[in-house]
């Protein structure tokens, strides 16, 4: 059983033998189609992703599934459910404008510059990163930077310098401005 996981000829053929059952458990749960093939599908998804918790002296493998499919509907349930909150909060609500949506477009491009950084930044160690993105996109002062992060301003010093080095040596990643950017 463990199998379905990485065999995809095991995993075929135990989708083969269970998908008409699992069909049948979804459809009396869900009246929209559409739904319930996306449930049937995440629900083959969950058991390749928890294949190994499968044991043969607890029941069949059908059974276990169905405790699967059970487990996937009530998660989609709670996800509708939070879908539907969340669409309460914003009925009635004013949509956005197209002066907002153009604001707002002007202001991502405004920010692709620190986009690109923080995108470079990626490969750093966190402790390096977060005091770069504090001084050099952020704008805030090595001490500044120092205070927000709980550390000392020696210490923010060291690991701004090792971050600045380590992005110098990844060429073409970002501006000498955007590394070197503080006050």
Partial sequence: MAAISTDPVALEAFYRRHVDEISRFVACRVDDPHMAA?????????????????????????????????????????????????????AGRRLLDPDDLSRIDDQIDAERQARHAIEAMEGLPESERAVLELVAIEQLSVAEAAAALGIKQGTARVRLHRARQALR???????????????
Wanted: with cysteine; net charge positive; proline share 1%.
């Fill in 38 to 90: 996306d449930l049937v599908a995440e629900v083959f998804l969950a058991a390749m992703d928890s294949a190994h918790t499968y044991r043969s002296d607890r029941g069949t493998e059908l059974g276990w599934l169905y405790g699967v499919a059970r487990n996937t509907l009530s998660a989609g349930r709670r996800r509708a459910v939070q879908e539907k909150k969340l669409e309460s909060r914003i």
């Fill in 169 to 183: 040596r990844a060429p073409g990643l970002i501006s000498a401005t955007a590394v070197e950017g503080c006050r």
